[in-house]
């Protein structure tokens, strides 16, 4: 009789905790419903109705869980896609805390159910469309913001816009603001340091190994290669008018660069090419003249890197105008602006760093 007395205690008691779970739950609901919103206009230029106090929100898609940590809103991450828990690019070195974050579902927009589970209060979706924003939107119940990318060349304004919506949404428009002007001082300085440096004076070079879709060898390249850009090095590449390119072996004996740089991400690639000795009368291989660069194509463009790499590819060119940088340090000081933290020496774990190859 005890047994049953204390049974039926312990069920009324779960009973009134249910209960009081039940009615907390549907108050918290009630309350997430109702709060005031915001209308704003994505980049998509869709209408998308937010709360005025974003405290909980997921990334998808290449670039978007970056632009989150760019923006100092760590803390109001609630989960991140599957090749985010892989912890192998620069914001994960900053905060490996993202990677032990609830699952969200795989690249490429994750999964509707399990971002639900997360209870976000907005999502962000880079490179999708209004019908898929529209969907995944009508499937969740959660608004979702759509975002472009864009790049450190051309599309620079698009980057800029998706930092400043970013911003506004997560209540982050001083610290988008405070980046934007650090990338432009920054790209500002290194041309500074170069522009009046005629083209008779300059070596030509080249960059190889950039990965596209996945790693390549030396005969990857890109002709507007942002760290040559902004250091007005003579790309030998620039003749042609494409973003990236697979080149012919002829054209790169052609060329004939002075100077070889080697994307990291491909680095085996390219030593294996280089095996074969058919590049061995270009003058960087004959006179060893090759140097790593750290990879900055993964899940979008890793902008802190893009600016690194180029101090060490003016430090390399034009040692006398960049005598006073010590590239490491620098790569480091970018990182801390970017992510909160240098993490320059886990780049050089785990891709090979600034080196002289041999």
């Known amino acids: 009789m005890t047994i049953k007395k204390e049974w039926i205690g312990t069920v009324a008691i779960g009973a009134v905790v249910l209960a009081a779970l039940l009615y907390i739950g549907s108050i918290c609901q009630e309350s997430k419903i109702t709060q005031n919103t915001v209308s704003i206009k994505d980049m998509l230029n869709r209408a ?16 978007a869980l970056r632009l989150l940590v760019y923006l100092e809103c760590i803390d109001k991450i609630v989960g991140v896609e599957d090749i985010e828990q892989r912890g192998d690019k620069p914001y994960d070195f900053a905060h ?3 990677a032990s974050l609830p699952p969200i579902g795989p690249i490429h927009g994750g999964d509707a159910e399990l971002i639900v589970a997360q209870e976000p209060d907005v999502i962000f979706w880079t490179y999708t469309t209004v019908g898929d924003a529209d969907e995944l939107q009508e499937k969740t119940g959660i608004p979702v913001v759509a975002l472009d990318y864009g790049d450190l060349d051309d599309n620079r304004d698009t980057f800029y816009e998706n930092l400043r919506l970013v911003g506004k949404v997560m209540g982050k428009k001083n610290r988008a603001e405070e980046l934007i002007e650090y990338i432009d001082d920054t790209i500002q300085a290194l041309n500074d340091r170069t522009k ?6 300059k070596q030509k070079v080249y960059i190889g190994g950039i990965g596209y879709r996945g790693a390549h060898g030396i005969l990857s390249t890109e002709p507007e290669y942002s760290p040559f850009v ?29 100077i070889i740089f080697v994307d990291q991400g491909g680095y085996s690639l390219i030593m294996d090419d280089l095996k074969d000795g058919v590049y061995d009368s270009i003058e960087a291989v004959k006179n060893g003249e090759l140097y790593g ?66």
């Open 293 to 358: 660069v750290m990879p900055y194509n993964w899940y979008a463009t890793n902008f802190a890197t893009v600016l690194a790499d180029a101090y060490y590819v003016g430090k390399v060119l034009f040692p006398d105008r960049f005598s006073d940088v010590d590239p490491e340090k620098k790569a480091d000081d970018i990182y801390q602006h970017f992510l909160g933290k240098g993490v320059y020496s886990d780049m050089k774990d785990k891709y090979g760093g600034f080196k002289k190859l041999e």
């Open 48 to 63: 998308v109705k937010i709360p005025e106090k974003v405290d909980r929100v997921v990334g998808i898609e290449a670039g």
């Open 96 to 98: 490996p805390e993202l």
């Open 196 to 201: 009046d440096i005629t083209n008779n004076q």
């Open 230 to 258: 902004f250091v007005n090095a003579n790309n030998v590449a620039g003749e042609l008018e494409t973003e990236h390119a697979f080149i012919d072996k002829e054209k790169l004996l052609e060329w004939n660069p002075e």
